[in-house]
T-cell receptor
Framework: AQSVAQPEDQVNVAEGNPLTVKCTYS??????LFWYVQYPNRGLQFLLK????DNLVKGSYGFEAEFNKSQTSFHLKKPSALVSDSALYFC?????????????WGAGTKLIIKP | GAVVSQHPSWVICKSGTSVKIECRSL??????MFWYRQFPKQSLMLMAT?????????EQGVEKDKFLINHASLTLSTLTVTSAHPEDSSFYIC????????????FGEGSRLTVL
């Protein structure tokens, strides 16, 4: 079965430190990978995506993610965390075999950045 | 960038009444929109895929008669929660895709429904 895993319900990081939010996937076909962020009581905002090309993808707010095909991972990273990065982060994947643009979603990881 | 507007952002209603939530794509045409329900423990559940001019495609376990979806135009999809009950209280989020090649989604701000 196709799935996306975000193994950590919550990640705590001190402000200024690097952060990583993990995502692994299990899909058939070539994956299209996405990261979205959700602030409290808000909809989701697009952060970045990997479709093809360079494995390191840079996105909004200084975030980046690296596509690792052998490990089937797409971890989200940022070199220096800000308190304002505290939010809920979702990883999602779509395959070329999946019709009408539906995404498979991870369960979400709550990121808490402490001052 | 593409904007998806969702209204109302929050609504409180009495048990047994119906509530309509609107989702509009403001600067692009969306033949396909998605409705999600978000539970308190964070997870997003896809409820249905709304297709302009045709019937919505519901995910397994979602009651079609309970959650009515209408996608009458290329910029508007509505979700009506009929005969709402307290267990329908949740955060409902819509999204639309503009880029058919990548499937990148743009999300509404969500609607918090509380059924008393």
């Amino acid at each position: 079965a196709q799935s996306v895993a975000q193994p950590e319900d919550q990640v705590n990081v001190a402000e200024g430190n690097p952060l990583t939010v993990k995502c692994t996937y299990s899909v058939s076909g070539n994956p299209y990978l996405f990261w979205y962020v959700q602030y409290p009581n808000r909809g989701l905002q697009f952060l970045l995506k990997y479709i093809t090309g360079d494995n390191l993808v840079k996105g909004s707010y200084g975030f980046e993610a690296e596509f690792n095909k052998s490990q089937t991972s797409f971890h989200l990273k940022k070199p220096s965390a800000l308190v304002s990065d505290s939010a809920l982060y979702f990883c999602a994947v779509r395959t070329s075999q999946r019709s009408n643009y539906q995404l498979i979603w991870g369960a979400g990881t709550k990121l808490i950045i402490k001052p | 960038g593409a904007v998806v507007s969702q209204h109302p952002s929050w609504v409180i209603c009495k048990s047994g009444t119906s509530v309509k939530i609107e989702c509009r794509s403001l600067d692009f045409q969306a033949t396909t929109m998605f409705w999600y329900r978000q539970f308190p423990k964070q997870s997003l559940m896809l409820m249905a895929t709304s297709n302009e001019g045709s019937k919505a495609t519901y995910e397994q376990g979602v009651e079609k008669d309970k959650f009515l979806i209408n996608h009458a135009s290329l910029t508007l999809s509505t979700l009506t929660v009929t005969s709402a009950h307290p267990e329908d209280s949740s955060f409902y989020i819509c999204s639309a895709s503009r880029d058919y090649n990548t499937g990148e989604l743009f999300f509404g701000e969500g609607s918090r429904l509380t059924v008393l």
